[in-house]
């Protein structure tokens, strides 16, 4: 018998998935919060503290697209079409705001335009990002292989609310972010927004956990029936932990990475959570991992290819963050 | 009148990758010709060369930084669009498009950030390095995308079970009948198009007395490449067309609006095809050219759309044109380097303003070409997704309706019509202010100029 891959694969994805919220998560975030800067040289700090890596983070959603069209082309098949409109706002805000980096700066005239091209665009796409989430945990209407539901059926007011629950959490991540990477009034105004972001985020994520369990009897029954209730408890007692911290890392104006740091615990807890709801489906009631896997030849053949270049691809990433480290300043990079 | 989702998520398919295109078929040009100068300068040491190879990289990166968001759009379009053939074919084209993914990735994490920040930083040998890998990633993204375009074309090494394909043979998969045409033909449209804005850019310079000794230089080398170039291309797509006429008699028909088999075949040089009632209407036709271009021969026997069913012919008038097109700015383009070759050998070149003029205005030659090309290529294809095999009718996602696509459409329409032309005045911006001296000046996608410094004493 061959190995099974589908492990791996879910691994893999899940990872590439989970990289893209958090990386392309604080840096939408700070696009989000560069709507309330105040002056030119704010945004240009706010936005130098992202130009260099933005677009190495974006890429992660290239590689978990097609990942998820690679490993998992079933769910692919069917959950792309069902959450149409939010993938179209997702990627045309993406565009606009993609370009705003160089066009802001090369096109001095519209800059007013530009600025809101990339403010605007990255609060767009993160709401459209968190519509899919919640679509996605609600699950779609299939037959056979395909979605057979209406192309506007994901708005929903759940999915809605998890659009509106991820700004809040992107919003913290950028917040994070700044509180790293600026200093001052920026920084001092970042904590503002972080604690802001954070009661938020800490609403939203309780509003779903109630919300989920209620809506879904086999994620209730994940959750509540014994001894999984001992077993994942650690994960909301864990949660509770970093919450406690978080508040008062943002707090305490001695401590610049542990704002981040702890909204990075905070958001793996979630997607963990939202994890342990789903498995072992990927389209949630209808297939699981398995069942919608691509042939065993094909994630063989790319998964070969994958596992060797994907370590390269993490270390280059760690090591341009590293190249970029510390503070930034309006005046270092547009000029 | 109805709105068919098919035929609107094909018009978006269409818009989509007919502005993407564009950009890689002058990034992938340009990191060649980059690499080239920096190594002309690595082993000259003529700062000349690397005084241009910095005015192109900044051009470069605001193309490729364009180049990314736009794709960021195409593998989402599969699903969004095209769910059924994605279902169906994914075991077969995931694994090319996701490759091309990573290797990208790859590629423009490790070396592009040298090559744009790099000018100052790393050595000479480095920085050179960092361009020769750049140009060999942009190479392997077109083989991977050029490799699935292919196989659609002409399908191999698979098996259908129950509506599903699944690979027997990755090396017939990879390798399929049209692939090495196909890529060699569109790779040398890539270096053809990038070439003939090199110099139009060096024209324009020239004429405005900017920059002068920088622009000589371009259009120099540039011209003598393209003597080589442009021919060699023709030759190509002569070469594709033998293998599509055995491959793809069908398509083969279409692009020529040829109705009936028969040997000793006229060429049409005009005509309107009427699909309806099979026959072509104001043809002008040379007797006997046909069956010679096609097949190489007077006496060879070229296909005609009749010998397929109805259902099994592309819309002929489009690839009929859009060929026409294609094949027409080839022969200009081998005009104008002719006589570009003419004028050298007289040291006429640099003074004859009128040439200099033309070249300005031949500038978005290639990219017509290239879409042109794509469009006969792809249009011609119709009406199968993979050919022969799968229908495109059978590949459209099944929940959409008429209006969600017409609303996608246009939302695609406006923000691509918003983004292009800005994206075009940026590079028009960049060519005014000429080749400088300054080294400082800025180099883009999204990037500043020089990396964000830290702060000294200042650990994060």
Known sequence: ?335 | MTLDPLVLSRLQFAWVIAWHILLPALTIGLASYIALLEGIWFVTGKEIYFRVSGFWTRIFAVAFGMGVVSGVVMPFQFGTNWSRFSDATANIISPMLAYEGIMAFTLEAGFLGVLLFGRKLVPRWAHFAAAVLVAVGTLLSTFWILVTNSWMQTPAGYKIVNGIFYPTSWTEIIFSASFPYRFMHTVAAFYVTTGFVVMGVAAYLLRRKRSVAEARLMLSITLWLLTLMVPLQILLGDMQGLNTLHHQPAKLAAIEAHWNREARAPLALFAIPDQQAETNHYAIEVPLLGSLILTHDVNGVVPGLKDFPREDRAPVIIPFFAFRIMVGIGLLMLALVTVGLWLRLRRKLYESDWFLRALMWATPLGFIAVVAGWTTTEVGRQPWTVYGVMRTAHSVTPSLTGSDVLLSLLGYMTVYLIMFPAGLLMVRRIVRTGVSDDDDAPVGAGRPSAPVKPVPGDAS
């Open chain 1, 1 to 335: 018998m061959i190995l099974d891959f589908v492990p791996i694969w879910t691994l893999i994805l899940g990872l590439a998935v989970f990289f893209y919220v958090l990386l392309d998560g604080f840096d939408l975030g700070v696009g989000i919060l560069y709507n309330f800067a105040k002056t030119t040289a704010e945004r240009n700090t706010l936005m130098n503290s992202i130009a260099p890596i933005w677009d190495g983070n974006e890429t992660w959603l290239v590689l978990g697209g097609l990942g998820l069209l690679a490993a998992f082309p079933l769910a692919f098949a069917i959950i792309i079409p069902a959450v149409y409109f939010p993938i179209l706002v997702m990627l045309l805000s993406l565009v606009f705001r993609g370009v705003a980096f160089e066009f802001r700066f090369r096109d001095a005239e519209h800059r007013t335009f530009w600025d809101h091209a990339f403010g605007y665009g990255s609060a767009l796409a993160t709401f459209a990002q968190g519509v899919v989430l919640g679509a996605f945990i609600q699950g779609f209407e299939v037959e056979g292989r395909h979605f057979t539901g209406g192309s506007f059926d994901c708005f929903t007011p759940f999915s809605l609310f998890t659009g509106l629950a991820l700004l809040f959490g992107y919003g913290l991540l950028g917040a994070g972010w700044l509180i790293l990477k600026t200093e001052g009034e920026l920084q001092t105004r970042a904590r503002r927004q972080a604690r802001l972001c954070f009661l938020g985020t800490l609403v939203a994520v309780g509003i779903v956990s109630v919300w989920t369990p209620l809506a879904d009897a086999d994620i209730a029954h994940r959750w509540f029936s014994w001894p999984n209730i001992a077993l994942l408890s650690p994960v909301p007692l864990l949660t509770a932990l970093f919450g406690i911290l978080e508040w008062r890392a943002i707090a305490n104006p001695k401590s610049e990475l542990s704002p981040f740091f702890y909204a990075v615990l905070l958001f793996s807890l979630s997607y963990l959570g939202i994890a342990i709801s789903l498995f072992p489906m990927i389209v949630p009631h209808h297939y699981s991992l398995w069942q919608a896997a691509s042939s065993p030849d094909t994630q063989i053949f790319l998964g070969v290819g994958t596992l060797f270049l994907l370590p390269v691809i993490l270390v280059y990433t760690g090591w341009s963050y590293w190249v970029f480290r510390g503070k930034v300043r309006a005046d270092a990079g547009y000029h």
